[in-house]
């Protein structure tokens, strides 16, 4: 029903900058929220933000201030805009959806990699 695939990972010094895309097909796009998660090396995976289908966003405290998420409905596109990295930013990002109907379902793209070279 939903189709999801990010890009923009690399490799990056500690201090750079990265924005990463989430792609997304198969349904009204405006109509879905979408959130990011990332899964760092040998721990679980973890919430980084979300945006809502009105644009609203909210994110995990200690990402607020470094990480900016934002949507580009006419692109089918959700972007996250990360700064001043950090080696502990490593991690496989993610994008994700629920969708809420008949039945509740998840959907994820298959990740990213970020590298945060010290």
């Known amino acids: 029903q939903v189709q999801l695939v990010e890009s923009g990972g690399g490799l990056v010094q500690a201090g750079g900058s990265l924005r990463l895309s989430c792609a997304a097909s198969?349904?009204?796009?405006?109509?879905?929220?979408i959130g990011w998660y990332r899964q760092l090396p040998g721990k679980e995976r973890e919430f980084v933000a979300r945006?809502?289908?009105?644009?609203?966003?909210n994110y995990d405290d200690s990402l607020k201030d470094r990480f900016t998420i934002s949507r580009d409905n006419a692109k089918k596109l959700v972007y996250l805009q990360m700064n001043s990295l950090k080696p502990e930013d490593t991690a496989v990002y993610y994008c994700?959806?629920?969708?809420?109907?008949?039945?509740?379902?998840?959907?994820w793209g298959q990740g990213t990699q970020v590298t945060v070279s010290s």
């Open positions: 945006i809502s289908t009105g644009g609203y966003t």
């Open positions: 994700m959806t629920i969708t809420t109907g008949w039945r509740t379902h998840e959907y």
């Open positions: 198969g349904r009204d796009f405006s109509t879905i929220p």
